[in-house]
Nanobody
């Protein structure tokens, strides 16, 4: 079993920045993927970014050049640095840990608004 605890969400103005953190604990495998999904009001959940423990990184086209996913494998923690935030980035952001099965964080609200 894996448990995920997210933090770092909040309210920010357009053009601002936030950094999300997600710490995993429990039965962590050495080979795994951690990432971030988001779900905006009235929309389906979408994959924002993910990073494998071996280094493979994925970004959704909508966030390329603005968001950076990073990992501290020693701490089993994944981060999402979000820069140049736009109102359309407003969503609940969910952390994902996956090895043989997927585990989800509780979600953290990111609101980009003036």
């Amino acid at each position: 079993q894996v448990q995920l605890v997210e933090s770092g969400g909040g309210l920010v103005q357009p053009g601002g920045s936030l950094r999300l953190s997600c710490a995993a604990s429990g039965s962590i495998r050495s080979s795994n993927t951690m990432g971030w999904y988001r779900q905006a009001p009235g929309k389906q959940r979408e994959l924002v970014a993910s990073k494998h423990s071996g280094g493979y990184t994925y970004y959704a086209d909508s966030v390329k050049g603005r968001f950076t996913i990073s990992r501290d494998n020693a701490k089993n923690t994944v981060y999402l640095q979000m820069n140049s935030l736009k109102p359309e980035d407003t969503a609940v952001y969910y952390c994902l840990y996956g090895d043989y099965q997927d585990y989800w964080g509780q979600g953290t609200q990111v609101t980009v608004s003036s």
